[in-house]
């Protein structure tokens, strides 16, 4: 379970985000980190039932990403992010394609999964799939449960014109239209610190785990 005491120091760097109060403050960051990793173990077993894409023997540290910000083309010089990142790749520790993602932050936690912003030789094999297997995409992101937990899958980054090579009146054009295919659920504070909140999250990336399928089937 993630610890209050964890929440407590995200919300305190929030509102100090410096270095000299980082510094100051490093014992709790550890602890807060090392709870962050303590609980990425219970995910990606957990995560493994769900999605045995998912290899549950992954190093929890290397799916905590750094709280230090990348500032050099940002015009926000804070330097830490106030949340913690856990990336939970479906093949391995591999960047790109479908895979799930958690956030840790006071207020604005979430889970995630799919594939954000793929690059345009994955975007293109992503459509083609799409315009071959309509059909089963839509009977994933259709189901009640998933709309319920996720909301209209269209609802995300789009085109405003219609993609090279395919017609405006084609049958699946607001599914060709999409640039990401993400689906994502908000998780309260008192939800993130539940001693059962693995097993929870797990059961919610159950219903994303088709959608990562289709994905993987796309790019393979």
Known sequence: M????????????????????FLDNKER?????ENVIEFTRNLLTEMHK??????????P????????????FSKNKTPYKNNFGISLPTTGLRPGGAEYYLQ?????????????????????????EIDYNAHDLRQIIDAPEFI???????????????????????ENIDLLKLKSFVAWHKITDKEIVNKNAAGQIADVCRHIQPLNVFLRNALA
């Open 29 to 33: 960051y550890d602890k807060a980190r």
């Open 2 to 21: 993630i610890y209050q005491e964890s929440l407590e120091f995200l919300k305190d760097l929030a509102a100090n985000n410096n270095r000299e109060w």
């Open 148 to 170: 319920k937990l996720f909301g209209d899958f269209k609802n995300q980054e789009q085109l405003k014109s219609v993609p090279q090579g395919y017609s405006v009146d084609n």
């Open 61 to 72: 540290k290397k799916c905590v990403m750094r709280i230090y910000r990348d500032i050099r």
């Open 50 to 59: 769900v999605d045995p894409g998912i290899d549950e023997a992954l190093d």
């Open 104 to 128: 840790i932050q006071p207020g604005n936690s979430f889970i995630g999964g799919g594939y954000w912003m793929p690059e345009a030789e994955h975007l293109k094999a992503i459509r083609q």
